[in-house]
């Protein structure tokens, strides 16, 4: 990937799947670790943690759920208890991926949390369930030097087993599937059945990845260690343990664990973007843009290209420019609220007060995290007061009818 700056890049799965993998005949092999150079883990990391139930849920499951599926069914009971407003009243935060229990207690997560928190009560009554990962259009992110690329995953119901084998109940869909996004984004999408310990992959995956932004780059190797462990199948971790080795300067390694991605995808664009970066840091830099020149044929156009060259613009008080490079950015990426709020800051450097309230509005309405929702709602609510002082000063200043 051409980008102006050496940036990692990891796939995360904190909205879902993402990058996964065709199922190779072998699994790839799990001989890639390097313990001596990481320091322990802070805290024990236990895959089975991500759907254990605390006895807060248990009592939420015995006596609030069993009100709904007394009167709805197991199946919807359990739905309507967990997502119907006046229950839990969950809100959507993007900005970490919980457990099942850490999500039930501050009564929020991301797609991921979601989905491990309806597993793990679905389990306690012994529902059936079918992890999906489902095909839509990659997003990317960026937080400091790491790129994030994240694509989908949902969970479906089985309908309750009956007592009796020998009678059926007509009238009801074999599964039901719970989606945390909107019906828009999903609708038509296909999807495939993965296994619960991919799921259970992509959240440890999840975790080293959010350790890594926040520099905490040993308890990210154990956490990706752990996801490569449970599932090695799941092809990102191996690309976020070669991010980790490069961080420690373990670059033979990290060069091993990308070609290891590579042979069983060839056209991995993650595992391919951070080889050009280990080529390079090596030293073997014909090497190194033969893979950039595979990388622009396959992605022409890297994420934030435009977005940085209107950045750049903006430095430069070139706001005009700046507006054309930001609408680029957003009519390819329009979930990204950072878009929004930078197209709004162009619109307000060029006097278009409206044009900025619109796109700052936008950016939160697509914020994933508390944060962000508190950042551009406060922006948002300062251009709102700019905007009815200025109509008060247009009444004051207009002619009054008869004078």
Known sequence: MRIPALIAVLALAAAGLAGCAVEPQARPGTDVFVDSAFQPPDTPIDPASAMALTPAMKHFAEHEMASEIRSKGLRNGLIDALYTKGRLQLDYDGEITRTAAEAFEARRGNCMSLVLMTAAFAHHLSLPVHFNSVFIEESWTRSHDIFFVAGHVNISLERAHAASTWATVFGEPELLTIDFLPPQEVRHQRSRVIEESTVLAMFLNNRAAESLSVGRVDDAYWWARA??????????????????????????????????????????????????????????????????????????????KFFDEGVAAMKAGEFATARQFFRKEVARA???????????????????????????????????????????????????ELRDQQRRREQLLSPRSGS
């Open 334 to 384: 329009a979930y990204v609220p950072e878009f929004h709020f930078w197209l709004g800051l162009a619109n307000w450097g060029l006097g278009d007060v409206s044009g900025a309230r619109g796109e700052i509005a936008k950016a939160l309405e697509n914020s994933a995290t508390v944060k962000d929702r508190e950042l551009y709602g406060a922006k948002l609510a300062w251009l709102n």
């Open 227 to 304: 996801a490569i462990l449970t599932d090695s199948r799941w092809l990102a971790a191996y690309n976020t343990l070669a991010v980790l080795y490069r961080r420690k300067g373990l670059l033979e390694r990290a060069e091993s664990t990308l070609r290891l991605v590579l042979d069983r995808e060839p056209l991995n664009v993650q595992a391919m973007s951070n080889l050009v970066l280990v080529l390079s840091d090596l030293g073997r830099r014909a090497e190194a843009q033969n893979y950039a020149n595979q990388l622009a044929q396959i992605q022409p156009v890297p994420p934030y």
